[in-house]
T-cell receptor
């Protein structure tokens, strides 16, 4: 079967660093995406990993280990506006672009 | 520009009504998607169009009928919906749906649908 796991909720303090983990078991692997979704809004693309290693984009970084079926999203210098749901999504092989989404991690940033 | 637009933003309909949701993108993307999202749940894929042809139907009930009139437009026709169909309906697009190179999906703002 196909399964993506991420923590349901996390809380962090403004200015701190938080790491959101995602583990996956899918039929093949053709890329992992992180999306941010504020309440009542559409998901916004954050990052894409297809090779092992770290991708950095400003305050956000994403890491992938294909052998371990593991990724994390690292958010630095947290701001209140980072309070949102963070969705991990995996694209399998030969699935016509279909993304398998995790349940999302609800991040609360407190002052 | 990574904009996908959707209309209407909100829709209230009765169970006997017929309505349509519209989605548009001008990024030259050749794959378009419909998702349904319930509160505090991830998006659930409904349909994928690739090069204006339906390539994936995730066993969606026939009361939802997608249509892709051209490469920029995607419609979702609704008929005889049930209250449990109330949700946020998201449209997305990507360069293609080949599953090959980077095919990031960009989402529209969604239509919040309430079925009474």
């Amino acid at each position: 079967g196909q399964n993506i796991d991420q923590p349901t909720e996390m809380t962090a303090t403004e200015g701190a660093i938080v790491q959101i983990n995602c583990t996956y078991q899918t039929s093949g692997f053709n890329g992992l995406f992180w999306y941010q979704q504020h309440a009542g809004e559409a998901p916004t693309f954050l990052s894409y990993n297809v090779l092992d290693g770290l991708e950095e984009k400003g305050r956000f970084s994403s890491f992938l280990s294909r052998s371990k079926g593991y990724s994390y999203l690292l958010l630095k210098e947290l701001q209140m506006k980072d309070s949102a749901s963070y969705l991990c999504a995996v694209r399998g092989s030969n699935q016509g672009g279909k993304l398998i989404f995790g349940q999302g991690t609800e991040l609360s940033v407190k002052p | 520009d990574t904009e996908v637009t959707q209309t209407p933003k909100h829709l209230v309909m009765g169970m006997t009504n017929k309505k349509s949701l519209k989605c548009e993108q001008h990024m030259g993307h050749r794959a378009m998607y419909w998702y349904k999202q319930k509160a505090k749940k991830p998006p659930e894929l409904m349909f994928v169009y690739s090069y204006e042809k339906l390539s994936i139907n995730e066993s969606v009930p026939s009361r939802f009928s997608p249509e892709c009139p051209n490469s920029s437009l995607l419609n979702l026709h609704l008929h005889a919906l049930q209250p449990e169909d109330s949700a946020l309906y998201l449209c997305a697009s990507s360069q293609a749906a080949s599953g090959g190179a980077v095919e990031t999906q960009y989402f529209g703002p969604g239509t919040r649908l309430l079925v009474l």
